[in-house]
Structure formats: structure tokens, C-alpha cells
């Protein structure tokens, strides 16, 4: 199968699901004629034309309001927000509109929008262009949340996303944008070109929504992450030497319970690692859900391991990520517990 980066195989799936279904448009900011900071538009105007990839004001509260209106009546659009930080303006038409739209028609309207974002650090823009902030729409009924780890997931499941009837939040961690990073390193790795490609097949194909995926096996403790953090959690198991099973959640919703209850009761012990601000994040979901339904079977409490209680340090940002050497110490101290 062809190699491709995440940001290839992201614009693969675009172009694929806008081949098979006229009704998905893609629009965002400065998505056009630039093809996206990111480059994960490039070429799609050229092949679709204006009226289907187009770049829109800089709004974001105006980009996915107008992208609801064209799903009530019938469009699909797969919209961009440059960044995951521009979110905010767009908060209450995702929330109050978005998420809501299905139950308050009484499933007379529909709501197939996807709104792609960048999230997470790796290219020291600090506080207004390295967030992390999927809590926020884990903790919104009516929504689903994914975060993809690598190329062939990213394209299954954003062509996955556009075809769901309803509203999708697709986050696209950047630090993984030009190929799979390497987790064993605390600090940046360059050039990027040096990491091996992820193997993307051609053509159509989904990945189902609220599955996840075991990266590494194991029998001793259970690792739960996503996104770049999966790499950084396999980096930890193989420094450590500790038999540690990595689960890529890969949809923080739908959550596949399942999966996380299954190897937890199986190896006792449970290290949950995100990137965002530990307070409040999608981590204190997770460690709920393991205390609920495995604590018999728990031998030690249940770790978290995440981004500082601050805002982005610019500066230090590859201290703020959660490295091997932190996921580690968190691994080491579960087993010794």
C-alpha cells in the first residue's frame, strides 16, 4: 500500500468522500486557493472548484454556523478550523445548535457536519496555537469526538465521520502532522521526513466509530492514550521494560468501554496519558469509568499522567508534553504500588 503522512492521508480521505458524494463540501480558513496552514486542503479546489472548497471569513462562530444550515438541508460539509485555540467563537453554535439539532427537531433535521482542527503542540505556537481542549466537547451529548494516531486511522475515520449523520469533532494532533513521531524522544526530532510513513490503501474505506485499537500487548498494566501520546506511552514501555499494554483509544466518543474493561481486568493495574491540562481533562473520565467497572480488580490506584495545571508555556514546551521519562515513573510507581 502507498506510505502517506496523517496530513496526506487526511486530504486523501477529503478528496475521496468529495469523488463519491456531491453533497460534501469543504470550507474553513484559508482552505481555497492556499490549501490550509497545514496544507491538508492543497489541490481539492483545483479538482472540485470554488463552489465546493472555498475559504471562508475569518469566523469562526460564522464557519460552522452556515456549515449547520447547509446539513438541515442536505449538505455534508467538512469544515476547518485553523486551529484547535480558534475554537471558542464557534463554541455555542457546536454546543447550542450542533449537538442539539437532532433532538430538538425530534430527528426531522440531521446535523453531517465534521469540524477538523489541529490540536495539541509540536510547533512552539504557544498558548493560541498548541491547546488541547477535547474535554470540552467530550462533555457535550449529542457530539463525537475523535483523535486519530496515525495515518490509516486518520483517513478511515474522517471519511467515517463525514458519512455519520451527525456532528463530529475531528482533532488532528500536529506533532504528528508530517509523520509518526518518535515516542522515545523528550525533545523535538528533525527533519520529519526521517520518520517512517504510515501504509494508507487507496480508494474507500471506514474505520467504525468508538472502536479502539491495541498498539502493544501486554499483561502488566494497561496504558490509555491517544493521539501523539500513544507513541510516547510505547516509548515508556519499551524503556522501562515494563510488559505494558498500550490501547489507542482513537474516538473519545463514542468511548469503547469495552476494550478499556477488558485489559484492565486482565493486567490490574491502568496509567491514563493525555497531553492536555491535567484539571478537568478527558483523563479524570477515563480513570472514573476503570474505578467503576474494574475496581475489584484493581491492584494499585489508577495513574494520570498529562500537561501542566498552566497556560502554554511557549518556551517550555516540550517539558509541558508528557514524555517517556514521565510516563515512565508513572509506570514504574503503578507496578511498585
Known amino acids: 500500500m502507498p ?3 496523517i496530513i496526506e492521508a487526511i486530504r486523501d480521505a ?3 468522500s468529495m469523488g463519491r458524494d456531491e453533497r460534501v463540501i469543504v470550507y474553513g480558513e484559508d482552505v481555497g486557493f492556499f490549501g490550509g496552514v497545514f496544507r491538508a486542503t492543497q489541490g481539492l479546489q483545483a479538482k472540485y472548484g470554488k463552489s465546493r472548497c472555498f475559504d471562508a471569513p475569518i469566523s469562526e462562530s460564522g464557519i460552522v454556523g452556515s456549515a449547520i444550515g447547509m446539513a438541515a438541508y442536505g449538505l455534508r ?3 476547518e478550523v485553523q486551529f484547535a485555540d480558534y475554537v471558542y467563537p464557534a463554541y455555542d453554535q457546536i454546543v447550542s445548535e450542533a449537538a442539539r439539532l437532532r433532538y430538538r427537531s425530534n430527528g426531522d433535521f440531521t446535523c453531517p457536519i465534521v469540524v477538523r482542527m489541529p490540536t495539541g503542540g509540536g510547533i512552539f505556537g504557544g498558548q493560541t ?8 466537547f467530550t462533555h457535550v451529548s449529542g457530539l463525537k469526538v475523535i483523535v486519530p494516531s496515525n495515518p490509516h486511522d486518520a483517513k478511515g475515520l474522517l471519511i467515517a465521520a ?4 451527525d456532528p463530529v469533532i475531528f482533532l488532528e494532533p500536529k506533532r504528528l502532522y508530517n509523520g509518526p513521531f518518535d515516542g522515545h524522544h ?24 468508538g472502536k479502539a485499537a491495541i498498539r502493544r500487548q501486554g499483561s502488566a498494566v494497561t496504558v490509555l492514550a491517544y493521539g501523539t501520546m500513544v507513541y510516547v506511552a510505547q516509548a515508556a514501555a519499551e524503556e522501562t521494560g515494563i ?8 474516538t473519545l466518543l463514542p468511548l469503547d468501554l469495552e476494550a478499556i474493561v477488558a485489559s484492565v481486568k486482565k493486567t490490574g493495574r491502568c496509567v491514563v496519558v493525555h497531553e492536555a491540562t491535567l484539571t478537568s481533562g478527558f483523563g ?6 476503570v474505578q467503576e467497572n474494574c475496581f475489584y480488580h484493581l491492584e494499585a490506584p489508577v495513574a494520570r499522567v498529562a500537561g501542566w495545571d498552566t497556560p502554554y508555556p511557549h518556551a517550555q514546551e516540550w517539558d509541558y508534553f508528557p514524555g517517556p521519562a514521565r510516563v515512565g515513573r508513572a509506570l514504574v510507581e503503578t507496578m511498585e504500588a
Open 3 to 5: 506510505r502517506r503522512t
Open 14 to 16: 477529503m478528496d475521496v
Open 77 to 79: 460539509p467538512c469544515v
Open 129 to 136: 496555537h498548541s491547546q488541547s481542549p477535547e474535554a470540552l
Open 162 to 165: 463525514i458519512e455519520d449523520p
Open 186 to 209: 523528550d525533545k523535538p526530532v528533525t527533519p520529519w521526513s526521517k520518520h517512517e510513513l504510515g501504509e494508507v490503501a487507496d480508494g474507500h474505506y471506514t474505520i467504525p466509530l
Open 243 to 250: 510488559d505494558a499494554e498500550v490501547i489507542d483509544l482513537r
Open 284 to 289: 479524570a473520565e477515563l480513570v472514573s469509568l
